[in-house]
């Protein structure tokens, strides 16, 4: 059975407004704990300004046994707990809670990846003039890092649209969700091929205001 | 001001040691411009590092007025680093902060008021030159403008040392000039010590007093820069003193110049107030012998003249034993022999 469109309208732009809710609530949660982990991963290790082996090497262990696993099976394993935090694994919230810890693993890596990157000297410089640990996390590290740190959170979001249509096709809302009901099950090519192209609108919207932003904030 | 007191740094890779500081004992006067050279991978830059902590010395003490800055504690450190202004080779300014961004951040640091800040930046920017480039970010400086802000930026809360690595070793000649009267002016109009390192002799030779000669982790010669310049002990600082300025032709024309039957070459070494006095002629008359300037120069070192001639004598060879017997007693002479140069 087709869709009827002139009655299937409201529910492409409610659940087109399900996914982007997923991802901006998911790039905000994982971002404030990505960068926190990052910078964790990155003042603690070896010769940084905090060292620290312990810290560093529980973190390194954890983001590398998380970040391997297919997001469709995390998602599946980790629902459990879930229904424990959220109360229930079907929805828009429901799917949330998983995207965020994987996306705070990757946003914590792409967070260290950009740290590393930043020439010591400069780091060193702050040091000399006696600022402490603190201080130049907040104002050298995440400045310095900023631009190239824009970019790399825009990669993570453009995934996080792949990852919310996952979400969508085992129990979580948005566009996924649609693709799948009406898209897949009923065989209506003209909905698969809405939401596919609502999703690259998607996705290029992300990428072309990553880009504009972490231009502003580029001085290499 | 600063005292090194027989202060090491190990550095352990893996299983190996290495011993980037070895034994030194060194002193930097108040007011003083205190140079270091030495070759690549002396052990400079670590010495360096060990004045502001950067690096934690594996024996001896540094002392900072006669403080032990080992004993500090990390709030205390903090607070004498920002009476230690840095600068670096490479500059290390913040890319993400404009000119007056970076002079600020020090002083921001400090506590003062924004107004206090605007004010000391706008002064600094002054001082250093670069007014009409404030509000630029670094990526849009010259190697000598990025200098220039390295240095108001370590000026900026009017420290009483100032740490300077290899300051001018990426510029071009003209800017190096141009930063060390920078420097000299720091020294001279605000009474900064400066105590800089380098592998250039010609950093030395135009603005610093006192100089130390680094090999291997140890300090092989030091003490007044005219001194070392005009009586080098070391084979090491023989060569950095002939880097910049040749004292003896090279050997393929003193080769010539013997096989032509060339005389016994002497060194004469003219010293301060001596070199305006015509001792070489009036001694040289005194005994009827006649000499002959094969090399050498004059030159100005720390205000004072420096006179390193190349001559050979001609005429009786007792007189020529007598003039020089008389020479030695107001300059220094010496035969130059066949394996120098
Ligand atoms: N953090 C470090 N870990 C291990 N070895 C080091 C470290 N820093 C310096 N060294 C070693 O110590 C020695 C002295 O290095 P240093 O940087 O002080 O030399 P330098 O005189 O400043 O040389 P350059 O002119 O090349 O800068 C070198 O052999 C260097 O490899
Ligand atoms: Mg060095």
């Given at each position: 059975?087709?869709?009827?469109?002139?009655?299937?309208?409201?529910?492409?732009?409610?659940?087109?407004?399900?996914?982007?809710?997923?991802?901006?609530?998911?790039?905000?949660?994982?971002?404030?704990?990505?960068?926190?982990?990052?910078?964790?991963?990155?003042?603690?290790?070896?010769?940084?300004?905090?060292?620290?082996?312990?810290?560093?090497?529980?973190?390194?262990?954890?983001?590398?046994?998380?970040?391997?696993?297919?997001?469709?099976?995390?998602?599946?394993?980790?629902?459990?707990?879930?229904?424990?935090?959220?109360?229930?694994?079907?929805?828009?919230?429901?799917?949330?809670?998983?995207?965020?810890?994987?996306?705070?693993?990757?946003?914590?890596?792409?967070?260290?990846?950009?740290?590393?990157?930043?020439?010591?000297?400069?780091?060193?410089?702050?040091?000399?003039?006696?600022?402490?640990?603190?201080?130049?996390?907040?104002?050298?590290?995440?400045?310095?890092?900023?631009?190239?740190?824009?970019?790399?959170?825009?990669?993570?979001?453009?995934?996080?649209?792949?990852?919310?249509?996952?979400?969508?096709?085992?129990?979580?809302?948005?566009?996924?969700?649609?693709?799948?009901?009406?898209g897949y099950q009923r065989f209506d090519g003209s909905v698969m091929l809405v939401t596919v192209i609502i999703l690259i609108i998607l996705v290029q919207l992300a990428q072309w205001l990553g880009n504009t932003l972490s231009r502003k904030f580029m001085r290499r | 001001m600063i005292d090194f007191k027989n202060v090491s740094k190990t550095f352990r890779l893996g299983k190996r040691e290495v011993h980037a500081v070895n034994n030194v004992s060194l002193t930097v006067n108040e007011g003083e411009i205190f140079g270091v050279i030495g070759f690549s991978g002396a052990g400079k830059s670590t010495l360096l590092r060990l004045v502001n902590l950067l690096e934690r010395p594996t024996t001896g003490t540094v002392y900072i007025q006669n403080i032990d800055v080992n004993s500090l504690s990390s709030k205390e450190l903090r607070a004498r680093r920002q009476n230690i202004g840095m600068i670096f080779q490479n500059f290390n300014l913040f890319n993400s902060r404009t000119v007056a961004g970076n002079i600020a951040y020090p002083l921001k640091l400090t506590g003062l008021s924004k107004q206090g800040i605007k004010n000391r930046v706008e002064e600094l920017l002054r001082f250093v030159g670069l007014s009409d480039k404030a509000n630029d970010f670094p990526n849009q400086l010259s190697g000598g403008q990025k200098q220039r802000v390295g240095i108001a930026r370590a000026l900026a809360t009017s420290p009483d040392i100032l740490i300077c690595d290899e300051a001018t070793s990426a510029l071009d000649p003209e800017t190096t000039a141009e930063i060390l009267k920078l420097l000299k002016k720091v020294n001279k109009d605000l009474g900064i010590t400066i105590l800089l390192i380098t592998h250039e002799m010609h950093v030395i030779q135009s603005i610093c007093h006192k100089v130390a000669v680094m090999e291997n982790g140890e300090v092989i010669e030091s003490g007044d820069v005219f001194d070392v310049f005009t009586n080098p002990q070391h084979l090491t600082t023989q060569r950095f003193i002939q880097s910049v300025q040749q004292d003896l032709p090279s050997v393929n024309i003193l080769n010539e110049w013997r096989l032509r039957g060339g005389k016994k070459l002497f060194r004469v070494i003219f010293k301060g107030d001596i070199t305006n006095d015509a001792v070489l002629s009036q001694v040289t008359q005194k005994h009827q012998v006649h000499f002959n300037i094969v090399y050498g120069s004059v030159r100005e070192l720390q205000e004072k003249l420096f006179g390193n001639l190349l001559i050979s004598f001609e005429g009786n060879q007792d007189a020529i034993q007598n003039t020089l017997d008389e020479l030695k007693t107001i300059v220094d002479i010496e035969e130059v022999v066949q394996h120098e140069g």
């Open positions: 059975m087709k869709v009827d469109w002139t009655t299937f309208w409201p529910r492409i732009v409610e659940s087109t407004g399900e996914t982007v809710v997923m991802v901006i609530a998911t790039l905000v949660f994982g971002s404030i704990l990505g960068i926190a982990i990052g910078l964790l991963l990155f003042v603690t290790r070896e010769k940084n300004i905090l060292e620290n082996k312990l810290v560093f090497q529980v973190l390194n262990i954890l983001i590398n046994i998380i970040r391997p696993i297919p997001f469709i099976i995390f998602l599946v394993a980790i629902s459990q707990l879930t229904r424990l935090v959220i109360g229930t694994t079907i929805g828009t919230a429901a799917a949330i809670f998983p995207m965020t810890i994987v996306a705070s693993f990757s946003i914590a890596r792409v967070v260290e990846n950009n740290l590393v990157s930043i020439d010591p000297g400069v780091i060193e410089a702050a040091q000399a003039m006696g600022a402490s640990p603190l201080r130049i996390i907040f104002t050298v590290l995440i400045p310095e890092a900023l631009g190239p740190l824009i970019l790399g959170l825009t990669f993570i979001t453009v995934s996080l649209i792949d990852f919310s249509a996952v979400a969508g096709t085992v129990g979580g809302g948005g566009l996924g969700h649609v693709a799948m009901t009406y | -």
